[in-house]
Each structure stands twice: as C-alpha cells, then as structure tokens.
C-alpha cells in the first residue's frame, strides 16, 4: 500500500484494516487486499501488467527515481515511449507517452 500511495502518490478512494482501493483515472480503479482476508487468491505477480498512459514520460521517469522506484531507461516501442518497473509484489507496470 506504501508504494501505490506514498510512493506512486495514487489518492485512496476507500481504506478499510484490510482492503484499499487507489483511483487511477475517473473510471479505472486499482485494489490491494490482504490475500488472507480476501475470497480470490494473489496472482504473486505471474503475467500482470498495469500499463499506463502519462502525458510527460520523461517527468514521470524523473519523479520514479525521486521517489526510489528503479525503472528502465525510456525506449521507443510500437510507435510510443516507454519504460517498465515493478511493483513490490512484482507486476509489471508500464508507462507510455505517444
């Protein structure tokens, strides 16, 4: 929960002991539960990529490294810029800017 909120700064939209829900845009939520509470099991970060569009990759790169976050160097791939870093669970997660 510390790197989706404090880290990634995504506002919370629910908090309960177990169970927080970030806002990713006006329609697209992101859920983090304590698996022991939850009915469906963790996916302990097999084949889960969350990719997200930014206006600014490059300020985003820069605001990752401010915040700790390793991430890749920014590549252009399939008409867009890109880079790629890991949640602590390890998912995936991209960003791309056209």
Do not use: C
């Not at 806002?23 to 990719?51: C, E, M, V, Y």
């Amino acid at each position: 929960m510390r790197f989706y909120g404090d880290l990634l700064r995504l506002p919370v939209t629910f908090a309960n002991d177990w169970f927080v829900e970030f806002q990713l845009t006006d329609g697209a939520f992101l859920s983090i539960a304590n698996a022991a509470r939850a009915t469906i099991k963790p996916a302990q970060g097999h084949g889960i990529t969350l990719s997200w569009r930014v206006d600014d990759i490059a300020l985003a790169h820069q605001q990752l490294r401010g915040a700790g976050i390793e991430a890749t160097p920014i590549t252009a791939k399939w008409g867009a810029r890109v880079l790629y870093f890991h949640d602590p669970e390890g998912h995936r997660i991209e960003l791309w800017q056209r």
